[in-house]
Each structure stands twice: as structure tokens, then as C-alpha cells.
């Protein structure tokens, strides 16, 4: 009998001790977004449960953590210096704890790839910009990872920053969804919730949090999206299907009831059945970006087609194409773009 009660003593952490694990919330921030999601996200994983929220300068240990959720604004397509500083600093005891990455940026669409003079095409937005630090600390294996999209608020940039905002927006070849606004906003709110949802669920084993949109609140307030039109509004979702033909750009989005294994395979099949090379460029958990070339009697012509999965849409697959050769030379590859959704949408996967 006091053999069994020594043997139950040495047995692993129950989950109602797992439920004890103290965390920490680091973050940068520099125009507050990222605070009030740091402080939403303390919200949802509940009072109740140990949650430290920190600004970088306040963090001189992460010893008495067991988990640590690092989050981070964006700048430059990626998490600040002061970020990567602190897991230089925390490496080799990173290693050992539970993490979770999260970002605010403004571009929350994972399907995105971007075309500036100077720079190959490349994957942008969301959970892309957090490939960069999980690929240079490959002994951190984050339990859970977000790009939320974020903030920003146009008079109160520094002027530097309002610069480069006005730069990328005469460089966005798709429109700048912030143009003639005075707050612009692309957070999905589901990502938040889905992302603090599943720290309570794999790093507490507590599950899902009841209610969890009564705490959007640390979020959205009253202030207007424009000071002169009232009509504006600060938050747009991209709609499910688009279809833009311009100068720079063919760009088509829509969704199907897929994963990212069947849209793989099913680009595949439209790949061999129409002589399209379909090389796959950078593969993540969550997305696949293909370049597909073909010649159409002149020179061959690369399509970027990107498709994705969100936390806030699941069993939802986005699948963008977007190809920026002129249109008179084009013409076939929007056919061929045609015959894809096709194959994508059949056997009632469309979602309207
Ligand atoms: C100068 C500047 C550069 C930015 N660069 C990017 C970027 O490369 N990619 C992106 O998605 N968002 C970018 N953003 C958007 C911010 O990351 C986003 O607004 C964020 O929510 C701001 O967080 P904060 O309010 O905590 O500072 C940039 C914003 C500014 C002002």
C-alpha cells in the first residue's frame, strides 16, 4: 500500500497542476496596438491563470516562467530588433520552456505575395513574417503561432514613419486599403481568439474559453475610421471572391471547402492537364506559394498562386492567383486561371 502511494506521487503532472503554469506576455509595441492585444489575450486565457504582461525593458529573467508568448508589431516584414535581442538573450532557456509567437502587422493576408523593384516576389503578411525567426531558432519550437493583422493610425505616425506608409502605398500594386483613412485596421478578430484559445488548450489543458467574444472590448472603441466621412470604416475584410483585371495586375482570390493537401494534388492534376510547370516555392503549415509557368506562344509567363488555411476559418482554403504581365500577353494565362478555380470549386467545394 505505501509502495502505491510513493509510485502515485512520482507520477507525471496531473492537469489540474498544468493548470498552475505561470506565463509571460512579452511584447513590442511602439504605436500601442500590440499592448491591447497583449492585454486581450491575458483576458482570454483568464485572470485566474498566471499571466505576466511585460513590455521588453520590464524583463530582466524568464526563470520563474514556464511558457512565454512573445509578440511582436511589424516592421520590415518581420518582428522588431528589440525582439530578436531578447531571444538571443533567452535562447538556450527558451529552448526549454513552451513558446508561442504572435504578431500585429497590417497585411493579415497570408495568401499575399509581394512585387517591389529590387526584390524577388515573396510570400508577405501574418503568420509569413514569423518564418523568419522560427527558421533562425530552430531548437524553439513554438506551441502556437499568430498574425493577427493590426493598426494604424495616420495622424499620429512619426513623420519617418509616415513616409515609408506612403511609400508602400504607391508601391501596392493591388490598392492601399488605408488610403483616405485616419484609422485603418486589419485585425481579424477570430486569429486572436483562435491563437490565445490555443495556448489555454495545449499549454494549460484548460480547452476553449466560454464567451470569448464578450472580451472584444480590449479592441474596438468608438472613434471613427475617417474625421470627415462618416461612411468610412476602419476594418474591410477582403472578400471571398475577387477578380481585378488592371495594367499591373490579374489578381484572383476565392475559397474552397479543401485542405492544403487536396488543393495541392488538385493543382497538380490542372498543372499536367494543361502544360503548366507548377514548381512549389516555400511550403509552411499553413500555406503553399507555387510558381506556375507556361508559354503562350511569346515569352513564358509566371503565375504566383498561393493557398492557404486560417484558425479563424477552418476547413476553409484560400487559394490566390496573381500574375503582372500586361494584359494584352496575359490573356491565356487567365484562361488557365479560369480552368483552375474550376477543378478547385467542383464537387460543391465553392463557398459563396
Ligand atoms: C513604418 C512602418 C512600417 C511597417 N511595416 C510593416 C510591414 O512590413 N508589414 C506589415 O504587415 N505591417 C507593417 N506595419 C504595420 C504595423 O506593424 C501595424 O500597424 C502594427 O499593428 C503596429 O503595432 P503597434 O501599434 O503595436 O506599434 C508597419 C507600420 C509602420 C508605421
Given at each position: 500500500?505505501?509502495?502505491?502511494?510513493?509510485?502515485?506521487?512520482?507520477?507525471?503532472?496531473?492537469?489540474?497542476?498544468?493548470?498552475?503554469?505561470?506565463?509571460?506576455?512579452?511584447?513590442?509595441s511602439?504605436?500601442?496596438?500590440?499592448?491591447?492585444?497583449?492585454?486581450?489575450?491575458?483576458?482570454?486565457?483568464?485572470?485566474?491563470?498566471?499571466?505576466?504582461?511585460?513590455?521588453?525593458?520590464?524583463?530582466?529573467?524568464?526563470?520563474?516562467?514556464?511558457?512565454?508568448?512573445?509578440?511582436?508589431?511589424?516592421?520590415?516584414?518581420?518582428?522588431?530588433?528589440?525582439?530578436?535581442?531578447?531571444?538571443?538573450?533567452?535562447?538556450?532557456?527558451?529552448?526549454?520552456?513552451?513558446?508561442?509567437y504572435?504578431?500585429?502587422?497590417?497585411?493579415?493576408?497570408?495568401?499575399?505575395?509581394?512585387?517591389?523593384?529590387g526584390?524577388?516576389?515573396?510570400?508577405?503578411?501574418?503568420?509569413n513574417?514569423?518564418?523568419?525567426?522560427?527558421?533562425?531558432?530552430?531548437?524553439?519550437?513554438?506551441?502556437?503561432?499568430?498574425?493577427?493583422?493590426?493598426?494604424?493610425?495616420?495622424?499620429?505616425?512619426?513623420?519617418?514613419?509616415?513616409?515609408?506608409?506612403?511609400?508602400?502605398?504607391?508601391?501596392?500594386?493591388?490598392?492601399?486599403?488605408?488610403?483616405g483613412?485616419?484609422?485603418?485596421?486589419?485585425?481579424?478578430?477570430?486569429?486572436?481568439e483562435?491563437?490565445?484559445?490555443?495556448?489555454?488548450?495545449k499549454?494549460?489543458?484548460?480547452?476553449?474559453?466560454?464567451?470569448?467574444?464578450?472580451?472584444?472590448?480590449?479592441?474596438?472603441?468608438?472613434?471613427?475610421?475617417?474625421?470627415?466621412?462618416?461612411?468610412?470604416?476602419?476594418?474591410?475584410?477582403?472578400?471571398?471572391?475577387e477578380?481585378?483585371?488592371?495594367?499591373?495586375?490579374?489578381?484572383?482570390?476565392?475559397?474552397?471547402?479543401?485542405?492544403?493537401?487536396?488543393?495541392?494534388?488538385?493543382?497538380?492534376?490542372?498543372?499536367?492537364?494543361?502544360?503548366?510547370?507548377?514548381?512549389?516555392?516555400?511550403?509552411?503549415?499553413?500555406?503553399?506559394?507555387?510558381?506556375?509557368?507556361?508559354?503562350?506562344?511569346?515569352?513564358?509567363?509566371?503565375?504566383?498562386?498561393?493557398?492557404?488555411?486560417?484558425?479563424?476559418?477552418?476547413?476553409?482554403?484560400?487559394?490566390?492567383f496573381?500574375?503582372?504581365?500586361?494584359?494584352?500577353?496575359?490573356k491565356?494565362?487567365?484562361?488557365?486561371?479560369?480552368?483552375?478555380?474550376?477543378?478547385?470549386?467542383?464537387?460543391g467545394?465553392?463557398?459563396?
Open positions: 500500500m505505501l509502495l502505491l502511494l510513493f509510485v502515485v506521487m512520482l507520477l507525471p503532472v496531473s492537469s489540474a497542476q498544468a493548470e498552475g503554469k505561470k506565463g509571460l506576455l512579452v511584447y513590442a511602439v504605436y500601442g496596438s500590440t499592448i491591447e492585444t497583449a492585454y486581450w489575450i491575458k483576458a482570454i486565457i483568464g485572470h485566474e491563470n498566471l499571466l505576466d504582461v511585460k513590455s521588453l525593458d520590464q524583463v530582466i529573467t524568464i526563470d520563474p516562467y514556464d511558457y512565454v508568448i512573445i509578440g511582436s508589431l511589424t516592421r520590415n516584414e518581420g518582428p522588431v530588433k528589440g525582439i530578436y535581442e531578447f531571444i538571443d538573450a533567452n535562447r538556450a532557456k527558451l529552448a526549454t520552456k513552451e513558446v508561442a504572435y504578431l500585429t502587422c497590417g497585411d493579415s493576408d497570408e495568401t499575399m505575395v509581394l512585387k517591389i523593384p526584390k524577388d516576389a515573396h510570400l508577405i503578411g501574418g503568420r513574417y514569423l518564418m523568419e525567426p522560427i527558421k533562425k531558432y530552430p531548437e524553439i519550437k513554438p506551441v502556437a503561432i499568430g498574425g493577427f493583422g493590426g493598426r494604424q493610425v495616420m495622424p499620429t505616425l512619426g513623420m519617418k514613419d509616415e513616409i515609408q506608409i506612403w511609400l508602400v502605398g504607391k508601391l501596392a500594386k493591388e490598392g492601399a486599403a488605408w488610403e483613412l485616419d484609422i485603418w485596421e486589419s485585425l481579424v478578430v477570430g486569429r486572436v483562435a491563437f490565445a484559445n490555443e495556448v489555454r488548450t499549454i494549460l489543458g484548460i480547452g476553449p474559453r466560454e464567451n470569448i467574444e464578450e472580451l472584444r472590448g480590449y479592441w474596438t472603441s468608438l472613434q471613427p475610421a475617417s474625421l470627415k466621412d462618416p461612411s468610412k470604416v476602419k476594418f474591410k475584410p477582403k472578400p471571398a471572391f477578380h481585378h483585371s488592371t495594367e499591373k495586375i490579374y489578381f484572383a482570390r476565392s475559397r474552397a471547402r479543401a485542405d492544403l493537401v487536396l488543393g495541392d494534388t488538385l493543382l497538380k492534376q490542372w498543372a499536367k492537364d494543361n502544360g503548366v510547370d507548377l514548381k512549389e516555392q516555400v511550403k509552411n503549415s499553413f500555406n503553399i506559394y507555387y510558381h506556375a509557368t507556361k508559354s503562350y506562344g511569346g515569352d513564358p509567363i509566371t503565375t504566383h498562386i498561393v493557398i492557404a488555411t486560417f484558425p479563424d476559418e477552418p476547413g476553409n482554403l484560400q487559394i490566390a496573381r500574375c503582372w504581365d500586361k494584359p494584352d500577353v496575359r491565356g494565362v487567365e484562361a488557365d486561371i479560369t480552368k483552375a478555380e474550376e477543378l478547385l470549386w467542383a464537387d467545394r465553392k463557398i459563396d
